[in-house]
């Protein structure tokens, strides 16, 4: 797919199919709506996503930003195209143990198979807001199967 080829999914068409992934359900995430080629997920800090020493365990904010990276690309095109993540590197900053944690992800560079993003994750309470890691994610991209 080609630049000149690419279609805009409606934000809402995607939240509405993730949203109904027991995964999401399960962590309580949600996307928020943004603007095209960037995403936003966020979750409720819980005693549900902590490890033993109560902050909150590293892969629930790796999951936060993979989705936000996935969004922010899936934003960008036709219906039906598939995205997985091929290699991801995380550096954890700051603990988080309550609050809100929100993930922002924007496309660093975008050829036809191959795109690189990077995310924030920020740990928000009241007022406040601090970055507790920032990733960077190559993904493939692949086109929509053909119909039989």
Known sequence: MTQ????HVSMTQLIEATHQSG??????????????GTGKVHITVDERLMHPEMIVHGGVIFT???TAMSMALLSLYA????ISTVEAKINY?????????LAEATIVQQGRSIAVLEATVYNIQ???????????????????KQAK
Do not use: N, Y
């Open 23 to 36: 995964f999401f359900q399960l962590l309580g995430m949600h996307i928020d709506v943004t603007e095209p």
């Open 126 to 144: 009241e007022d406040e807001r601090k970055a507790v890691a920032r990733i960077l994610g190559t993904f493939h991209i692949a086109p929509p």
């Open 64 to 66: 936060l930003a993979d």
């Open 79 to 82: 219906p039906g195209t598939r």
């Open 4 to 7: 000149s080829e690419k279609s």
């Open 93 to 101: 900053l700051l603990p988080a143990r309550t609050g809100e944690l």
